[in-house]
């Protein structure tokens, strides 16, 4: 039998992935304990918010949701577990997700291109920081790279809608802005979709990707009902049930009226001409008749989630996200800070090689894909660059993954050297903008301590025994708060006589020291804006 030799196709994909994996493994998601400051007040606020089931959008309100404390939250005895195992698994779905993406991508300079953005995108962005490669952005790449397998999104975008959608009114309970990355980039990939098919006149293609957006729309908000107020949401689970039993129900008697009643048009029609015409079409095809029950159940089940939603003995969602907007809508203003010029410029740069390269995926017809990647690429520049400040690592995670997808769906010949020489100036603009001297890949790339051999094997073997015994993961969990706590308690200590003048009353700490609280066991009610 002859041998393979190392160029290989199978050979080298199979380097990629052994190296693509060893970085994921050596970065495996670490916990966020309690410390003193700004950052880890308002972590240690949503996990103890949640904890005391307290209502956001109207005891709280903030950009991240009662589920927050699973992506950004600090670990307290009874969160520990939910968030460790959350983030492992966000962790080692996007690792599936990008081996998948990595065993369909035929040429070599697209396998390098893709694997040198992911390894960029560990390197800057570390479980060790709480800006970069973290768990919100990491259920964003999810989607962006599954996105990526154009002819399966169009084929089956009515299912994948309910499903990202699923998780998309998830999401928007964790960080709001995260549920807008995933919700918007879909509408965006759908709307297109319509347009499309409308001007190449093909009626299934309209009708599937308006079906999808209904989808899309109905089942944010309902998973984001069920979820709002954990303490509730078995009883938000019931209400959603109970519509969608009443509306499956009307539809499925409507459609046994139309299977065995054999409608018609009516004969007025049936020599029309114009609307009346397109109609007579519409019934004599029977597009109308199959479509009405959907239709109605829809239109149905949409009439009853918005009476639930408003129900006045459950949360307030519309409140949530009103609130929730508010608050980021105040940050891009308030916290705007003027930062470096050169990185603003090269920011802008990248970003004009963006609208270049979704401009080459246009004329290669893959139209809406193009146009929906260009949107987190937007937001992640707005993010990072009117508060210019650590956050513009996200924007170079970003950018630089989408420019590799974008390198990668670009089929024709003559457009991939283009694409290849604005992916590589965008990687060298990505990486001149976090070599700044606080930062991030020249910082990590040196603690190659990280990388070690002995780190991988350790996480691997903390994954299989904590998944084997989450009894012994729980417990040596609170061990470690109780110790964290025991640290905090000590650099937080408040004397005495302040402590008796404030036990077994309701405190607020002004401006942000919630440490205080944990530290000295104080009965926190916090105000509505937390950080107000």
């Known amino acids: 039998m002859q041998k393979k030799s190392l160029k290989s196709p199978v050979v080298v994909k199979g380097i990629l992935i052994i190296i693509t994996a060893y970085f994921f493994l050596a970065n495996l998601p670490s916990i966020d304990w309690l410390e003193i400051g700004l950052d880890a007040s308002w972590a240690f606020a949503i996990s103890d918010a949640a904890h005391k089931q307290l209502i956001f ?27 460790i195992y959350f983030r492992w698994l966000i962790h080692l779905c996007l690792l599936g997700v990008v081996i998948l993406r990595l065993l369909f991508i035929k040429s070599y300079s697209n396998q390098i291109v893709f694997v040198l953005s992911i390894i960029f995108a560990t390197l800057v962005g570390n479980p060790y920081t709480s800006i970069g490669f973290t ?24 299912y994948l809608a309910i499903a990202i959608g699923m998780i998309s009114g998830f999401s928007i309970l964790t960080k709001l802005t995260l549920g807008i990355y995933l919700a918007g980039s879909l509408f965006i990939y759908i709307l297109v979709n319509i347009v499309r098919g409308y001007f190449q006149k093909s009626p299934s293609i309209v009708i599937k990707n308006v079906l999808a957006g209904i989808n899309l729309t109905l089942t944010i908000p309902s998973i984001a009902f069920i979820f709002l107020y954990p303490a509730a949401s078995n009883r938000a689970f019931i209400h959603i049930i109970v519509n969608f039993c009443i509306a499956g129900g009307v539809a499925l008697a409507l459609w046994f009226i139309v299977r065995y009643t054999h409608l018609s048009a009516p004969p007025v029609l049936r020599e029309a001409r114009g609307i009346k015409g397109r109609i007579y079409l519409l019934f004599n095809q029977n ?72 401009s080459l995926a246009i004329i290669d017809q893959k139209i809406s894909l193009a146009i929906a990647y260009i949107f987190p690429i937007f937001l992640s520049f707005k993010h990072g660059f009117v508060r210019q400040d650590a956050h513009v690592v996200v924007f170079t995670l970003v950018v630089i993954i989408l420019a590799s997808l974008y390198t990668t769906i670009i089929k024709k010949s003559r457009f991939k050297k283009i694409a290849y020489c604005a992916w ?102 916090p105000r509505p804006i937390i950080q107000s």
């Not at 768990?135 to 009515?158: A, E, G, H, P, R």
């Not at 020249?442 to 070690?452: G, I, M, P, T």
Request: with cysteine; hydrophobic share 45%; aromatic share 12%.
């Open 424 to 525: 590589g100036i965008i990687f060298l603009g990505c990486i001149i903008i976090t070599s700044s001297p606080n930062s991030t890949i020249l910082e990590n790339a040196r603690q190659w301590s990280n990388f070690s051999p002995d780190r991988v094997v350790n996480n691997i073997g903390v994954v299989i025994s904590s998944i084997l015994n989450p009894t012994e993961l729980k417990m040596r969990g609170e061990r470690s708060t109780t110790q964290n706590l025991q640290v905090i308690a000590t650099a937080t200590k408040i004397p005495d006589s302040v402590l008796e003048k404030v036990q077994g009353k309701t405190i607020d700490i002004i401006p942000w020291e919630f440490s205080l609280i944990p530290g000295n066991q104080l009965n926190w009610k």
């Open 57 to 83: 959008g109207q005891d709280i309100i903030f950009t991240y949701g009662p589920l927050g404390y699973l992506v950004h939250g600090t670990s307290l005895n009874h969160n520990f577990s939910q968030i």
């Open 135 to 158: 768990v919100d952005y990491q259920i964003t790449f999810i989607l962006l790279i599954l996105m990526s397998f154009d002819n399966f999104f169009q084929k089956y975008i009515n």
């Open 287 to 358: 597009h109308l008749l199959n479509l009405l029950p959907l239709l109605v159940f829809y239109g149905l089940y949409g009439l009853l989630l918005v009476q639930t939603i408003n129900l006045n003995n459950f949360p307030s969602l519309m409140e949530y996200l009103s609130n929730s907007w508010q608050i980021s809508s105040g940050y891009s203003s308030a916290m705007s800070i003027v930062g470096n010029y050169p990185r603003l410029l090269i920011a802008l740069l990248c970003f004009a090689l963006s609208l270049l390269l979704m």
